[in-house]
């Protein structure tokens, strides 16, 4: 049964929980919503009361006029409070940006998974003609060639797995999101990662990387190991940035591994 809990400029946002054991919320990234957990949810199922959502902007969830990365940290920890004390999160991408921030905003989080999250250290990892390309894509409400463009020129997504995509089910929902890509990217082009703000985080963090994913994820990984006081890293060998959908048993293995080591 869904369910909606208000954030904190007033925005609503949709919410699902299945499963039985200590809470554990799943954040999704861009162009996903609560549905891009289905791979890995029975897995998770078995230990844990899985709740999922879907981020503002997109199926079941509100919006507002003006969108900011506050403003879907504000969401994640209105969440978290809502469904009471110890909250484990699970992480993917532009999620686990937010998630990261809402780290700061709630006590009530224990362990906190990272999933590369989407921080880049040295700005944009797209050029000025990609941008006006997708903004121009975007006038037109040209979705598919948005979505093509997101996940083939930015996200260098293989093309077995990108054709997969367009196959499956949820590239409708994808669709459906594409007006949210640029301004999840600009919030990620805007943020710095400053070490300092996480000095009082007690919650232990485990970041998972792919094993054949990009060198900069690793780069990312590292900073983020040496800037947040109870960090590991994680490597999902031969995956990339998918694999709760590529390898989504082995993926199910990493979290349950950190979730149920003693802290």
Same mark, same amino acid.
């Given at each position: 049964?869904?369910?909606?809990?208000?954030?904190?400029?007033?925005?609503?946002?949709?919410?699902?929980? %299945?499963?039985?054991?200590?809470?554990?919320?799943?954040?999704?990234?861009?162009?996903?919503? $609560?549905?891009?957990?289905?791979?890995?949810?029975?897995?998770?199922? %078995? $230990?844990?009361?899985?709740?999922?959502?879907?981020?503002?902007?997109?199926? $079941?969830?509100?919006?507002?006029?003006?969108?900011?990365?506050?403003?879907?940290?504000?969401?994640?920890?209105?969440?978290?409070?809502?469904?009471?004390?110890?909250?484990?999160?699970?992480? +993917?991408?532009?999620?686990?940006?937010?998630?990261?921030?809402?780290?700061?905003?709630?006590?009530?989080?224990?362990?906190?998974?990272?999933?590369?999250? =989407?921080?880049?250290?040295?700005?944009?990892?797209?050029?000025?003609?990609?941008?006006?390309?997708?903004?121009?894509?975007?006038?037109?409400? =040209?979705?598919?060639?948005?979505?093509?463009?997101?996940?083939?020129?930015?996200?260098?997504?293989?093309?077995?797995?990108?054709?997969?995509?367009?196959?499956?089910?949820?590239?409708? @929902?994808?669709?459906?999101?594409? $007006?949210?890509?640029?301004?999840?990217?600009?919030? @990620?082009?805007?943020?710095?990662?400053?070490?300092?703000?996480?000095?009082?985080?007690?919650?232990?963090?485990?970041?998972?990387?792919?094993?054949?994913?990009?060198?900069?994820?690793?780069?990312?990984?590292?900073?983020?190991? %040496?800037?947040?006081?109870?960090?590991?890293?994680?490597? @999902? =060998?031969?995956?990339?940035?998918?694999?709760?959908?590529? =390898?989504?048993?082995?993926?199910?293995? +990493?979290?349950?591994?950190?979730? %149920?080591?003693?802290?």
């Amino acid at each position: 049964m869904m369910e909606r809990i208000t954030s904190r400029d007033g925005t609503p946002i949709a919410c699902w929980r %299945q499963g039985s054991g200590p809470p554990l919320l799943l954040v999704h990234g861009t162009t996903g919503d $609560h549905s891009t957990w289905g791979s890995v949810l029975a897995g998770l199922q %078995q $230990h844990h009361t899985v709740w999922t959502l879907d981020r503002r902007g997109r199926g $079941h969830s509100g919006d507002a006029a003006n969108y900011s990365l506050e403003h879907e940290s504000e969401d994640i920890a209105a969440v978290i409070d809502a469904i009471g004390s110890s909250v484990n999160l699970l992480d +993917h991408s532009f999620g686990g940006l937010c998630a990261l921030e809402a780290s700061l905003l709630t006590a009530n989080i224990n362990k906190v998974v990272l999933y590369e999250p =989407a921080i880049s250290l040295a700005g944009s990892d797209w050029s000025a003609t990609f941008e006006a390309r997708m903004q121009a894509l975007l006038e037109k409400n =040209a979705r598919e060639e948005t979505l093509l463009l997101f996940f083939r020129d930015l996200l260098n997504t293989p093309n077995p797995e990108l054709v997969a995509l367009q196959a499956g089910s949820n590239w409708a @929902i994808r669709l459906a999101a594409a $007006h949210t890509i640029l301004r999840e990217l600009q919030g @990620i082009d805007r943020y710095q990662f400053t070490p300092q703000r996480f000095q009082t985080l007690k919650s232990p963090v485990l970041l998972l990387v792919g094993g054949n994913s990009h060198p900069r994820r690793f780069m990312t990984a590292e900073r983020l190991q %040496q800037g947040l006081p109870d960090c590991r890293v994680g490597i @999902i =060998a031969g995956q990339q940035h998918s694999a709760m959908r590529t =390898a989504p048993d082995l993926f199910v293995h +990493h979290v349950l591994e950190f979730l %149920q080591s003693a802290d």
